[in-house]
């Protein structure tokens, strides 16, 4: 580690005292909505199956997505923004209680819903890093990074759809249309996620119309 990097580390929880309570509380959807991946992979790795080019890409993707969450907890540790144990304990709860949509089992659903899923990702990290940079900017160039990564994993999964529909239209759209009525973020079984969303939306960091309604609000 450098002497200025040494330094700004020491001077991150200073930096990082002023951040909003609302940028803090998307933080902390985005970070454990992030660290929600077991519940990702293996929604994944049951509905598309293993010993094929998806396992492949689950793989990949699971290890990308894995660097977020290290990345991010690593920084809200270092800058002091919550109380950890605290924290950690609302993460164990979240994974505990699992995660299980209604699409799970149907290929072209889950197409649909990563597809609007990682769109949200993209846009609620994306917004976050506006508003917190605004206090602090490692934060910031921290989070434009994950949604840069989080606007191709987008791409790839509307790309996938739009050949599913290409292909067999008429079922692509009745999953679609099963889907968006219905979709919940993965974040939705955190303990507290309703009220924590509500003040991120209130704070127009990230909220529903966006994408036209329904659960939405969150993954963060």
């Known amino acids: 580690m450098t002497d200025e990097q040494a330094r700004n580390m020491a001077e991150l929880p200073e930096r990082?005292?002023?951040?909003?309570?609302?940028?803090?509380?998307?933080l902390a959807l985005n970070l454990l909505t992030e660290e929600g991946l077991p519940h990702f992979h293996r929604l994944l790795a049951v509905t598309m199956g293993s010993d094929n080019a998806w396992s492949r890409?689950?793989?990949?993707?699971?290890?990308?997505?894995?660097?977020?969450?290290?990345?991010?907890?690593?920084?809200v540790r270092d800058a002091r923004l919550f109380d950890m144990r605290a924290f950690e304990a609302l993460q164990y709860q979240y994974?505990?209680?699992?995660?299980?949509?209604?699409?799970?089992?149907d290929p072209y659903q889950i197409?649909?819903?990563t597809t609007l899923q990682e769109r949200a990702t993209q846009a609620a990290h994306a917004n976050t890093a506006r508003v917190a940079g605004r206090h602090e900017p490692i934060i910031q160039r921290l989070?434009?990074?994950?949604?840069?990564d989080e606007s191709r994993h987008f791409r790839f999964y509307r790309d996938?759809?739009?050949?599913?529909?290409?292909?067999?239209?008429?079922?692509?759209?009745?999953?679609?249309?099963?889907?968006?009525?219905?979709?919940?973020?993965?974040?939705?079984t955190i303990p507290g996620y309703m009220e924590m969303?509500?003040?991120v939306?209130?704070?127009e960091i990230y909220g529903p119309l966006p994408h036209g309604g329904g659960r939405m609000s969150g993954r963060v």
């Open 16 to 26: 990082a005292r002023g951040m909003p309570d609302a940028v803090r509380v998307a």
């Open 57 to 75: 890409w689950n793989y990949m993707w699971t290890a990308e997505e894995d660097r977020h969450g290290c990345a991010l907890h690593d920084y």
């Open 95 to 105: 994974i505990e209680a699992g995660f299980d949509p209604e699409s799970s089992g």
């Open 111 to 113: 197409m649909a819903y």
């Open 143 to 148: 989070l434009a990074r994950v949604a840069n």
């Open 160 to 188: 996938i759809f739009r050949g599913i529909l290409e292909i067999d239209c008429t079922r692509a759209l009745q999953a679609a249309l099963k889907v968006v009525p219905r979709l919940a973020m993965p974040g939705h």
């Open 197 to 199: 969303a509500e003040v």
């Open 201 to 203: 939306g209130q704070a």
